[in-house]
């Protein structure tokens, strides 16, 4: 471990704090506390130990968790499709051979990876965590380390309880001051990514910082650095305090009694100092942040909900012209128009994005009392069987079937449709979560990437629409 | 893993930005529990139409390119999903090296991992070797790890950069793991250090 007086980035302390060695040329080995596993990215990794003769060097430090093939509806059966259903029958093979602690699909915990493990305890402040899962960056909202891998990387950490890598460049970004009535995490997220692009935390970890991240709850900041990747970065943090610690007591894995006290104190330790250096700051202010909403097929292509679609003649680069044009046919759009207004097909709440009790409640307070428009399919897919679960008994699950909602069970769902919920081609969805890729939802399907207000907004309205105009009716 | 040395082949040029890892291979094919036979479905949806049947504008459906071993892209290659199996698909179809102006991080490692090597160079550069690329199948770039060089058709040589230790383990086809597990020693003392008596253990018996 370096000591050095120079003052350090809360990235810098915990990164220096998990350094096994340095390797000659600037390679660390990093040690890793939290392995998180689940059914698509493991199989291989799993395979790669077996042929080698290999263990897991730390199966108390490594999860599994089934999330992204399961079914959201009856559970009772088995699962149709064959492929999915091997890749969890595999997983469970695995994590039984290797002693590896699993939350089964029968479990009332089982939920997406990224929303059990804070929900758990098992990630912690302090923490490096690791998942084969790019929306790892999730747990930084605890003020971990917290990143996603690929499979080769699965297997290193599996058998070694390491990766190894490069330190990060620092990045600070700021929200300063209060946001607006209607906006949310989600809304200052996309603000981020539309102002850095999303390769602009590449090779950077960055901090969220100012007041308006600070006034944010937990679910609020894992919403935040959910959506760190979808900037280029590493990993997304948010200092652990007070907000945190409240988070953290009282969860079954996380350290209870003195050991928590000291936990804490520890945690403490970890925010930035006063004066450390960030290669890259960028500020915000959060009364210029309205509700957002993505038009085109990259989470960059963010306008705010009053804006109208950009058009190819709008830039001087060819290749971007010609990318913005694809994005327009893609997405069924003409340039130029009013992006409220346009009508949706699909509403989608849920993913590791905004699929937490609080999301749920802000997607209840504007449905209540109104109903899904004629023509619309709307669901709400919980993150976990506990938020599901805590829902039903604050009568959520009432507030959206009485409207027409779909009231789901919990998995990674229509984020990415592995499942059977999927987009047809040519459907249009107002949807949670992270990701507006060309076909992520289903082949041609068209997403626009919004907060579960915004979601619920168009669900009752069939229309994108500003959700501060339903809010000011019931006010 | 394979070595990587030296390897002269036919470059696709895609003149794009943020090629995500959705494009390179869809979430429906992410089913499989092996690491190969994912290159018929490399970039599905530009390649086939619903039918199934290949699309003739999309330049891997065209010749030479579909026996192309380089690829050529703009900024932002491989941004998004971590899957491991979208350099699985690039290597399945026959993809050794990836060139672009930058590449999104988790991509950029993947790629080392399964003997594919990732190579940065300035915008305008990439311009110039797509215009190779263009030129057809006697037009073949070679690429030199050993020299870390780019020869281009008309013999003229492009420097690039990378990482000696990331250089090092594709010139010998090198395990990482192998080599992490010769430092178990150190591992095993960080784990006792103190300092660390705070992380709780998770134990199977306990996950409900």
């Not at chain 2, 594709?170 to 990482?176: K, S, T, V």
Request: contains cysteine; charged residues 25%.
């Amino acid at each position: 471990m370096p000591v050095t007086n120079s003052p350090r980035t809360l990235f810098d302390k915990i990164w220096d704090d998990h350094v096994v060695e340095r390797l000659e040329d600037g390679t660390c080995i990093l040690y890793i506390d939290r392995h998180l596993v689940h059914e698509v990215t493991s199989p291989q990794a799993f395979e790669g130990l077996r042929l080698s003769g290999r263990r897991v060097r730390r199966p108390d430090a490594t999860v599994a968790v089934v999330d992204h093939n399961v079914p959201t509806s009856d559970r009772s059966k088995p699962i149709e499709e064959p492929e999915s259903r091997l890749q969890i029958e595999t997983l469970e093979k695995n994590v039984a051979e290797f002693g590896v602690p699993y939350f089964p699909l029968r479990s009332a915990s089982q939920g997406i990876v990224h929303v059990v493990g804070p929900e758990q305890g098992i990630s912690l402040p302090g923490m490096t965590i690791v998942c084969g899962d790019s929306h790892t960056s999730t747990h930084g909202a605890l003020g971990s380390l917290a990143f996603g891998i690929g499979t080769s990387e699965v297997e290193h950490v599996l058998a070694t309880q390491t990766i190894l890598q490069k330190p990060a460049k620092n990045m600070r970004v700021s929200v300063e001051g209060k946001v607006g009535p209607g906006v949310t995490a989600k809304d200052i997220m996309l603000a981020i990514i539309g102002r850095i692009g999303t390769a602009g935390g590449t090779g950077h970890v960055i901090e969220f910082a100012g007041s308006a991240i600070r006034d944010l709850d937990m679910a609020g900041r894992m919403t935040l650095c959910n959506m760190s990747i979808e900037a280029g970065a590493r990993a997304g943090l948010v200092a652990p305090d007070e907000t945190t610690f409240t988070y953290v007591k009282g969860r079954p894995f996380a350290p209870k009694g003195e050991a928590f006290e000291q936990a804490c104190d520890y945690w403490r330790s970890l925010a930035s100092d006063d004066g450390a250096y960030f290669d890259t700051e960028v500020t915000l202010a959060a009364e210029e942040i309205v509700p957002s909403i993505t038009w085109g097929t990259s989470p960059q292509d963010v306008l705010p909900i009053t804006g109208s679609v950009p058009s190819s003649s709008d830039v001087a680069d060819p290749a971007r012209a010609a990318q913005i044009q694809r994005a327009l046919d893609y997405m069924g759009l003409e340039a130029g128009q009013m992006i409220a207004g346009t009508p949706v097909d699909v509403v989608f709440i849920g993913s590791c994005t905004n699929s937490r009790l609080e999301d749920l409640r802000a997607a209840a307070d504007v449905v209540r009392g109104r109903h899904v428009a004629e023509g619309v399919r709307a669901m709400i897919v919980p993150g976990s069987g506990l938020v599901k679960h805590a829902a039903e008994a604050e009568g959520l699950d009432k507030v959206f079937l009485d409207a027409g909602f779909e009231w789901r069970e919990a998995g990674c769902s229509m984020c990415l449709g592995m499942n059977p919920d999927r987009l047809t081609p040519g459907q249009r969805c107002a949807s949670t979560s992270n990701r507006n890729f060309e076909g992520r939802q289903g082949p041609g399907g068209r997403t626009h990437l919004c907060s579960p207000a915004m979601a619920a907004a168009a669900a009752v309205t069939g229309r994108l629409c500003d959700v501060r105009e339903l809010v000011k009716e019931t006010v | 893993m394979d070595k990587f040395t030296e390897l002269t082949a036919i470059a696709a040029p895609m003149p794009t930005e943020n090629i995500d890892t959705d494009q390179i291979i869809p979430a429906r094919f992410l089913k499989t529990i092996q690491r190969t036979g994912l290159g018929k479905n490399a970039f599905a949806a530009q390649r086939y139409d619903a039918d199934g049947n290949e699309k003739p504008d999309f330049v891997l459906n065209q010749e030479p390119y579909r026996h192309a071993e380089i690829l050529i892209t703009y900024d932002n290659l491989g941004c998004g999903s971590s899957r491991e199996h979208a350099p699985w698909a690039l290597l399945d179809f026959g993809i050794r090296c990836v060139i672009a102006p930058s590449f999104a991080d988790i991509f950029f490692n993947n790629c080392f991992k399964n003997g594919i090597l990732p190579i940065r160079l300035p915008r305008e550069i990439c311009d110039e070797l797509m215009g190779d690329a263009r030129q057809g199948a006697n037009s073949r770039l070679t690429v030199d790890l050993e020299r870390q060089v780019i020869v281009r058709p008309n013999g003229e040589t492009i420097a690039f950069d990378v990482d000696p230790f990331r250089r090092h383990m594709l010139l010998e086809g090198l395990d990482d793991i192998g080599q992490t597990m010769a430092h178990d020693a150190e591992i095993t003392s960080f784990e006792h250090r103190p300092s660390r008596a705070w992380v709780p253990s998770i134990t199977i018996g306990t996950v409900k």
